[in-house]
């Protein structure tokens, strides 16, 4: 017979005539290329038409085999054109999944959120066995939805939605996808027909959805501003004594300009016995806090503390020159 008009014994005729040109959906369908076609059929000058000579992606294509036998392939094998023709008639059988679409919203559960991923079918034939996709994330996230399997014809595809992800940038710029089969063989994992590693997985980057939270850092406090206060002017005050009381005495016992001591600054007479005025004209004014001096520490040996002045007594305690009768702290 001539190709175009397909004999009654070709392997096609018959399973028309069995009605069964859907056995491919749940079994798997193969075959082997003609021992005398199997040097020529992927050359430039193939003459697929004429006599028992057909071509070969048209035949995967109708059959949706997954596989053809070819002992010259591994034998003396293809080189040249032959061979970039052989290859791509060997990627068009079987299955051929792609992520065709990968979109985000947000969570049900807060700080999280929702990634669809839609699988396309591009290949000949379905994957015969239970076939997952798989998310996994750098935030630890990691997910398994069943039914890649369930993706049959060509052009045909199902979305497969991963919940409660990470509402994280770290998460987002690294989503990765896998198919996983109980049934697939270590070292040999079920491929996508995209992505890195030869398919093993595919890699996408997605920016936050809107109404997702931003990514947190620690917040940077505000400068603390330095503390104002409001300038109050210095006074001047004295204390009438014979000898020269301590600045900070003259701050808490003393008095302001009056009396004998009417002139600022001026160490004047005062009183009887020598006195003189004894000035301090850096004294904290009535607004500000006049400065505290802590109490006097009791000796534990030698002379006491007199109280008015905080110096050593170790007889009278002397307060401006005269004798204190708040006398000495033993």
């Known amino acids: ?36 076609l199997q040097a020529t059929i992927f050359d430039d000058n193939y003459a697929a038409g004429t006599q028992y000579k057909q071509d070969f992606g048209m035949c995967a294509e109708t059959t949706h085999a997954i596989y053809m036998l070819n002992y010259y392939a ?16 060997s990627d068009q059988m079987g299955y051929a999944f792609r ?21 396309s079918q591009n290949g000949i034939a379905p994957f015969y066995y239970d076939l997952s996709i798989a998310l996994s ?19 045909s595809t199902a979305s497969f939605t991963f919940a409660t992800v990470p509402a994280t940038s770290t998460c987002l710029s690294s989503l990765v996808f896998s198919l996983e089969s109980p049934y697939a063989l270590a070292g040999a994992p079920v491929k996508f027909a995209q992505g890195v ?8 980057f997605l920016p936050l ?3 997702s939270p931003p990514p947190t850092s ?24 014979k000898n020269p009381p301590l600045p900070s005495t003259i701050c808490t016992d003393g008095s302001v300009a009056g009396g004998d001591c009417a002139t600022e600054n001026e160490n004047n007479g005062c009183h009887k016995g020598g006195k003189r005025c004894w000035w301090n004209p850096a004294c904290p004014g009535s607004d500000n806090p006049s400065p505290t001096t802590p109490s006097p520490t009791p000796n534990t040996g030698g002379c006491p503390v ?10 009278t305690c002397f307060d401006r020159g005269k004798p204190s009768g708040r006398g000495c702290f033993a």
């Open 137 to 155: 994330c750098p935030d630890g996230f990691s997910g398994t939805l069943g039914g890649v399997n369930n993706i049959a014809s060509a052009g």
């Open 1 to 36: 017979g001539i190709y175009g008009e397909p004999m009654s014994w070709f392997f096609w005729s018959q399973v028309q005539a069995k009605a069964a040109t859907d056995f491919w959906m749940s079994g798997a369908m193969g075959g082997e290329v003609r021992p005398e």
């Open 99 to 119: 992520i065709a679409e990968v979109s985000v919203a947000e969570g049900s559960v807060g700080s999280t959120i929702d990634i669809t991923a839609t699988v």
């Open 218 to 241: 620690s917040p940077t406090p505000p400068p603390t501003p330095s503390p104002t206060t409001t300038p109050v002017a210095n006074q001047a005050k004295y204390i009438c004594a």
């Open 306 to 315: 007199c109280a008015p002045t905080g110096q050593a007594c170790c007889e």
């Open 74 to 89: 591994f034998g003396a094998s293809y080189t040249g054109n032959t061979l970039a023709s052989a290859r791509a008639a």
């Open 209 to 211: 959805p809107p109404g």
């Open 197 to 204: 590693s030869d398919g093993t997985v595919v890699e996408v």
